[in-house]
T-cell receptor, first 112, second 115 residues
Framework: QQPVQSPQAVILREGEDAVINCSSS?????VHWYRQKHGEAPVFLMI?????EQKGHEKISASFNEKKQQSSLYLTASQLSYSGTYFC?????????????FGTGTRLQVTL | NAGVTQTPKFRILKIGQSMTLQCTQD?????MYWYRQDPGMGLKLIYY???????DKGEVPNGYNVSRSTTEDFPLRLELAAPSQTSVYFC??????????????FGPGTRLTVT
């Protein structure tokens, strides 16, 4: 089942902060975050693993609440380059393989 | 490293035609994936593979077929194209293990229109 992201869209002025939320109805192994600019492929931002390990972008932080099956992405001091659509991907291990299910995305626009 | 490459970049098909979307990666990743992305929507998993000779269905496999004869290549076949298959198709690869997930690397995408 597809994770739910909120908000669907947000407009920021440069330097402002934003939080994007991702919620799943299933127990998760990890949560991935990707950013996609218009007409381009998604680009990896961060992984949060069950148990607290993280791997990702230096200037972007995120949290993962395993009990609530929720993750939040924190964008601080936003820059124009942060504009794009942000997707969370929730990962479940099924046998010998893991699969990501992506949310519908949050469109972020940063203006001057 | 070129990463993940996809061909063609654009294609227009008539209803009922068939085609193969090519995907190649040079990172020696075992896992490869095919997604489709409809306008304004997220990515839907079509098929995935955990290694040469092993493939499995994702969320939306109907109308598609895949094969994985080598580690590098993971072609997606569309048989009898339908307008509902108009979408952008992304191939991705990764190298996870049982204990630790890892990022997926995406190709540039193939924009397919079926008319």
């Amino acid at each position: 089942q597809q994770p739910v992201q909120s908000p669907q869209a947000v407009i920021l002025r440069e330097g402002e902060d934003a939080v994007i939320n991702c919620s799943s109805s299933k127990a998760l192994y990890s949560v991935h975050w990707y950013r996609q600019k218009h007409g381009e492929a998604p680009v990896f931002l961060m992984i949060l693993l069950k148990g607290g390990e993280q791997k990702g972008h230096e200037k972007i932080s995120a949290s993962f609440n395993e009990k609530k099956q929720q993750s939040s992405l924190y964008l601080t001091a936003s820059q124009l380059s942060y504009s794009g659509t942000y997707f969370c991907g929730t990962e479940i291990w099924a046998g010998t393989a893991s699969k990501l299910t992506f949310g519908t995305g949050t469109r972020l626009q940063v203006t001057l | 490293n070129a990463g993940v490459t996809q061909t063609p970049k654009f294609r227009i098909l008539k209803i009922g035609q068939s085609m193969t979307l090519q995907c190649t990666q040079d990172m020696n990743h075992n896992y490869m994936y095919w997604y489709r992305q409809d306008p304004g929507m997220g990515l839907k998993l079509i098929y995935y593979s955990v290694g040469a000779g092993i493939t499995d269905k994702g969320e939306v496999p109907n109308g598609y077929n895949v094969s994985r004869s080598t580690t590098e290549d993971f072609p997606l076949r569309l048989e009898l194209a339908a307008p509902s298959q108009t979408s952008v198709y992304f191939c991705a690869s990764s190298q996870p293990d049982r204990l630790r997930s890892d990022e997926q690397y995406f190709g540039p995408g193939t924009r397919l229109t079926v008319t």
